[in-house]
């Protein structure tokens, strides 16, 4: 459908709001099984997650890589404290947090959240990244079922 990129746009922007980062990102894994960047909340979500595509590392390819959440205090510092190489071609994006989004035991993506100044993420931001990839888990299987359910209301 054509609003779901629209929906989805929104959706990353609330988050980012809700969490008090400056935005968040979204990666899905692929037919081959890569992380593509499929939305952001604003054009430096884009670039990071251009970046991390391209360079094929940063914080999101690790999440992904360990199934776990991957909190980044300075993009900058250096491996394996950050991603300087990442860095380099996502500015102005100093932290990053990683949350991989699992839908029945699968990991499907990673949803990013990044802040323009290093930050420290403590356990209470990971516990509520962490909340918030549940919810983006269930916005996307919300989406992709909008799209499937193409019957005429009324009919089977």
Avoid at 126 to 135: K, V, Y
């Amino acid at each position: 459908m054509a609003q779901a990129p629209v929906v989805l746009e929104n959706v990353l922007v609330g988050m980012a709001d809700l969490f008090g980062v400056d935005g968040a990102a979204l990666m899905l894994l692929d037919g081959q099984d890569r992380l593509r960047a499929v939305g952001a909340s604003d054009d430096d979500g884009i670039a990071l997650e251009s970046a991390q595509e391209s360079v094929g590392d940063g914080p999101a390819i690790a999440s992904a890589v360990r199934g776990d959440l991957v909190a980044i205090n300075d993009l900058h510092a250096a491996t394996p404290l950050g991603f300087p190489h990442v860095a380099a071609h996502a500015l102005p994006v100093r932290a990053v947090m990683s949350v991989p989004l699992v839908e029945e035991s699968e990991l499907i993506g990673v949803l990013d959240f990044y802040a323009r100044i290093g930050r420290e993420w403590d356990p209470a931001a990971a516990q509520t990244g962490s909340c918030l990839g549940e919810l983006m888990v269930i916005v996307l299987r919300v989406l992709a079922e909008s799209r499937t359910d193409s019957s005429p209301s009324g009919q089977m």
